[in-house]
């Protein structure tokens, strides 16, 4: 397909996503009403209300936009930034996700039933990768909006990139549905187009082999608690930029975790066990995608691999909330306070991982020898 003809379920998706976030973000101050309270209970309505309210374009009830102290009579330019803040939001959301759907809605783009199910998924990670990095355009003006730039930048920064990151993994299933149906229904009415030599299976196995090893080295490495208290105690000077501990751990620590002790050592390899999932995951997207892609390029097998590494991020937190769920009358929304917490991670080492299996896919296929020719049969 021509990216002509997937711009059009591009765009339908980003649009559809940035509408389902915006209608859920103005129900948020709906939560807060005594029905909500008394069907939902206060502790579960309460947590609704924090994972819609950074998609809400309603003023938040603060006295920063009002009448802020040390500031009297600039309630009026604090309240024009935050809402600047949300336009960048949800402009950045819509341009970020057709972005990055082209390529693969162009580069899936052929008929059969496992490539539909993989283009699904991989612009399903993709919507919920799209929403993180358009929280973290607009977090400048957020924080410029509650009037504290001055001090602790980066952590307020860092705090503000975290927010928003459990209400796009179910809308961001609803876009990658809506616009892979609808490029199936453009498809139809194209004429196929010819498709290079697809990578041999011992070429795949390779490169998602190494591109998995990438993932491996942040998830065991990077994302232990001893290295990331390093990371976070490194940096100990003066100043507005002295604090990137938190912001760094954002974009490297896939996961957290700590050695195990003699007390807790089955416990510990059951948690471990989503961290096994991701690592298939991965490795099975990373398989797929040259078999699947019409052709190897690197911002295809980037945005795939990203995809697939934000979704194993996901199962893996889904995992550990589960084993962390006690069964009390608290409600089952209270334990997943940590879904999405490793997007960001996941968006610098899929690329990685990407990049490492598009060039092990090339290379492969450049030093391959050519298949000999088939003899044909001489007349009598």
């Known amino acids: 397909m021509t ?28 939560l807060s009403l005594p029905g909500a309270t008394r069907f939902l209970g206060p502790d579960q309505a309460n947590q609704l209300v924090t994972w819609t ?7 938040p009830s603060s006295n920063q936009f009002t009448d802020p102290a040390g500031a009297a009579g600039h309630g009026a330019d604090y309240a024009a930034l935050w809402q600047t803040a949300m336009g960048v939001r949800y402009a950045a959301l819509v341009l970020l996700f057709a972005c990055g759907a082209l390529p693969l809605l162009r580069r899936l783009s052929g008929r059969g039933a496992g490539r539909t199910a993989v283009c699904v998924a991989a612009l399903w ?88 090893a990438v993932v491996a080295f942040a998830l065991v490495v990077l994302s232990n608690d001893r290295v990331a208290g390093h990371i976070q105690t490194a940096f100990d000077g003066g100043g507005r930029l002295s604090e990137p501990g938190d ?13 195990p002790t003699s007390s807790t050592f089955g416990h510990w390899l059951l948690y471990r066990l989503g961290d096994v999932a991701l690592l298939v995951l991965v490795w099975w997207g990373l398989r797929l995608l040259p078999v699947l892609l019409d052709r190897v390029t690197y911002p295809a097998c980037a945005l ?47 690329v990685l991982a990407g990049c490492v299996c598009a060039a092990t896919v090339r290379l492969r296929s450049r030093t391959r020898p050519p298949a000999p020719a088939t003899a044909q049969t001489q007349p009598a």
């Open 3 to 30: 990216y002509r003809r997937v711009f059009g379920p591009a765009l339908f998706g980003a649009l559809l996503l940035a509408g389902l976030l915006w209608w859920a973000g103005s129900s948020a101050h709906a």
């Open 304 to 350: 795939g691999a990203v995809a697939a590494t934000t979704l194993g991020v996901e199962v893996s937190e889904i995992w550990t909330s589960l084993l962390s769920y006690q069964g009390t009358t608290a409600g089952p929304l209270l334990y997943y306070v940590s879904l999405g917490s490793g997007v960001s991670a996941a968006l610098v080492i899929g």
């Open 125 to 212: 990670g993709w919507g919920i990768v799209a929403a993180m990095l358009a929280v973290a355009v607009s977090a400048p003006w957020m924080v410029a909006s509650g009037g504290s730039a001055a001090f602790r930048l980066l952590p307020h920064l860092a705090s503000f990139m975290s927010q928003g990151r459990e209400l796009p993994v179910g809308a961001a299933l609803v876009a990658a549905a809506a616009a892979t149906g609808l490029m199936a229904l453009l498809r139809s009415e194209a004429a196929s187009e010819p498709r290079p030599a697809v990578p041999t299976t011992a070429t795949a196995r390779l490169a998602a082999t190494l591109g998995t």
């Open 247 to 259: 912001l760094l751990r954002q974009w490297i620590q896939l996961s957290a975790w700590t050695m």
């Open 53 to 59: 309210m950074p998609w809400s374009t309603g003023l």
